[in-house]
């Protein structure tokens, strides 16, 4: 009742059913949404007001760049606002980076340039290039296998079947 949100208070209970925590008290959906908007009241009042202020137009703007500098060519960044990219831009290492399916080809050219760029490393004796290469050929593999999936995933059509009227009956016996 002090506004922790109820799927909150089930995992600070360890209940491993939400129905376990509501039984402890009759809980309405009014009482709820009230509850909750109190528990975010107290939690902004320990914030800075400052952060709840109007952003000026330098700030807005800045934001919505953010979002057009993280497209990139095989995908989107989903780095947070105002971080910086801790891989230095070498974004097939990066697991912030979110594969495009539909640029999969592109990915695919790009693995095998990596390939070839590690034949001719290791062909030339350039060690150090070789480990840096081996490392973004097993992030584009990783990335390729990210686009499989998410296809895998969407082009897949899960048949859950019909239920027959003697699966759902509700079934007496005498006995």
């Known amino acids: 009742m002090n506004g922790m949100p109820p799927h909150i208070a089930q995992l600070v209970a ?3 059913v939400i129905d376990t925590t509501m039984g402890y008290l009759a809980v309405y959906p009014r009482e709820v949404i009230e509850a909750h908007r109190a528990f975010i009241a107290r939690r902004r009042a320990t914030r800075p007001g400052e952060e709840y ?10 934001f919505l760049g953010h979002f057009e500098k993280r497209k990139l060519s095989i995908g989107t960044c989903g780095r947070a606002f105002s971080t910086p990219c801790i891989h ?3 974004c097939l290492r990066c697991a912030m980076l979110r594969p495009d399916p539909a640029e999969r080809p592109r990915l695919v050219e790009i693995r095998d340039n990596l390939t070839d760029r590690i034949a001719e490393a290791k062909r030339e004796g350039w060690l150090g ?5 081996e490392t973004s050929l097993a992030g584009a593999e990783h990335k390729l296998a990210q ?10 059509a899960v048949d859950l079947g019909m239920p027959g009227f003697t699966q759902i009956a ?6």
Request: cysteine-free; proline content about 3%; aromatic content about 2%.
């Open 88 to 90: 230095e831009h070498a």
């Open 14 to 16: 360890g209940h491993r």
């Open 129 to 133: 290039e070789v480990e840096g290469l």
């Open 53 to 62: 202020r109007t952003p000026t137009d330098e700030e807005w703007d800045s």
């Open 170 to 175: 509700g079934r007496a016996s005498d006995t």
């Open 147 to 156: 686009m499989d999936a998410a296809t895998a995933r969407t082009a897949t």
